[in-house]
């Protein structure tokens, strides 16, 4: 399985860019990058999704290098409403795209 | 769109009791899955349906765990006998390719 890691906690405070980075240094040629949001008491929501380069939808940016061997998840002028769970997904089809790991918990502060 | 929709939202239920998850996915979707999340293990992948048909049911932790999708807008999962370890909150997903689309899931207590 495409493992990957990713800082456990975050903190920030409304207004700031929050840049949270994954890394997967065994990322397979057809392997995606997805990232998912989960509030407590919901199931995870899918932010954004990339396969190089650079992506940006009307939440987030995925910045994803070269190598493709990490990921950073780009949350612009974030809000208290942005305090959740942040999860890198990394697979191309199969068991190997469907697995989270522990994800990154965000905090913001007013 | 109604989203994918989960019932019941909360189960209590005792020990050695029969537990039915349902799940509906949105209409069109072709995969679905189940999840299960607790503190411990985090988010863990039990089973998923392509097409109705299961594809990896790996996950599912023992044979006391069973999965149905009967048809594409309904499916089961049912824990029997259920046991205190079996708490957690129960998702189910769906989707048509990538991403997936979660419900709000089922909160499971088993005293």
């Known amino acids: 399985l495409a493992k990957t890691t990713q800082p456990i906690s975050m903190d920030s405070y409304e207004g700031q860019e929050v840049n949270i980075t994954c890394s997967h240094n065994?990322?397979?040629?057809?392997?995606?990058i997805t990232w998912y949001q989960q509030f407590p008491s919901q199931g995870p929501r899918f932010i954004i999704q990339?396969?190089?380069t650079k992506v940006t939808n009307e939440v987030a940016s995925l910045f994803i290098p070269a190598d493709r061997k990490s990921s950073t998840l780009s949350l612009p002028r974030v809000s208290l409403s942005d305090t959740a769970v942040y999860y890198c997904?990394?697979?191309?089809?199969?068991?190997?795209?469907?697995?989270f790991g522990s994800g990154t918990r965000l905090q913001v502060q007013p | 769109d109604a989203g994918v929709i989960q019932s019941p939202r909360h189960e209590v239920t005792e020990m050695g009791q029969e537990v039915t998850l349902r799940c509906k996915p949105i209409?069109?979707?072709?995969?679905l899955f189940w999840y299960r999340q607790t503190m411990m293990r985090g988010l863990e992948l039990l089973i998923y349906?392509?097409?109705?048909?299961?594809?990896?049911d790996s996950g599912m932790p023992e044979d006391r765990f069973s999965a149905k999708m009967p048809n594409a807008s309904f499916s089961t999962l049912k824990i029997q006998p259920s046991e205190p370890r079996d708490s957690a909150v129960y998702f189910c997903?769906?989707?048509?390719?990538?991403?997936?689309?979660f419900g709000n899931g089922t909160r499971l207590t088993v005293t």
């Open positions: 209409s069109g979707h072709n995969s």
């Open positions: 997903a769906s989707s048509f390719g990538s991403p997936l689309h």
């Open positions: 997904l990394v697979g191309g089809a199969g068991r190997r795209a469907l697995t």
């Open positions: 065994n990322i397979a040629t057809n392997d995606y």
């Open positions: 990339g396969y190089k």
């Open positions: 349906f392509n097409n109705n048909v299961p594809i990896d």
